[in-house]
């Protein structure tokens, strides 16, 4: 996999699964613009690319206004001549339920992770459009945005809408060679380690132990490495063809989601009255109804 000729910006990349990434698509080659809000983070980010003998540099803003999407295409392309790829990460978590969830928990994470979306892929799609060249955007989504998650209101409708807009820039930007894919990842981070069922396990991996075959592949969750391949693949030359896509990636478990389709129809003559719909419902609907939340192995549940 050769990205020597890239340049990528990655938000929210200081730490994390953002850093794996950056880190990744350095590793082949990529120049790699990081984005953090906090200095140091940024710059130990940095160094730990360049002590690899990789290209980087930093931007710290936080992600959403469009001037910081400014900021990181004006970055990448003054420090090395052009853009290739962005991968859209940066996101934040303000958990609780509907009726506890305040107008500033919804905004701030609508912000960063859909708004901080779309300005940054708008920059990015005006300069892949000026250079002529085609380019990749990747941006991040989760399982929450496609099956739903307790507490997570405001990040399971940003993450997808994400994905919703992931589809419509595909159409968009297919005729300027831009590919645009939607990256699912499930890893130990601290966004996953206060989920009760998984803080043993990720607390047993900080301390050395692997993973078990059932957190890596029955639940697809592993390290934020582990998630970076799929990155670094969607990046390069090999996936020109590849676009429109949802991936689900975790531990040794690779996936894509399905776009939502029609799974029961039905017609009646002159339209369909509430009376109509409740004779029908049982022997037309009923069985099609699909569940909410996602499905983990019950021997992890139980315990």
Known sequence: MDLNNKVAIVTGSGQGLGLAYAQDLARHGAAVVINDVNQDTANNAVASILDEGGRAV????????????????????????????????AGILRDTVLWK???????????????GT???VREAAIRLREQGEGGRIIAIGSPAGQ????GQTNYAAAKAGIVGMVRTWAMELQRDGVTVNAVCPVAATAMTETIPF?????????????????????????????A?????????????????????????RLALWSHPVLTATAFHDGGW???????QWGSAFAASVESVGEKFPDELMSR
């Open 147 to 150: 099956r739903g998650n307790f």
């Open 101 to 115: 969830m305040s107008d500033d928990d919804f905004d701030a994470v609508i912000n960063v992770h859909l708004r």
């Open 198 to 226: 998984l803080a043993p396990h990720i607390a047993s991996m900080k301390n050395g132990d692997p993973l078990p075959p059932i957190i890596r592949r029955d639940v697809g969750m592993g390290t934020p490495h582990d």
């Open 58 to 89: 930093a931007v710290v803003a936080p992600v959403g206004s469009t001037d910081t999407a400014q900021e990181l295409v004006a970055t990448a392309v003054e420090n090395f001549g052009r853009l290739d790829v962005m991968v859209t990460n």
């Open 118 to 120: 779309f300005t940054c």
């Open 273 to 279: 009255s509430a009376d109509d719909i409740s004779a």
């Open 228 to 252: 970076a391949g799929i990155i670094s693949f969607l990046a390069s030359d090999d996936a020109a063809g590849i676009t429109g896509q949802a991936f689900s990636v975790g531990g040794d």
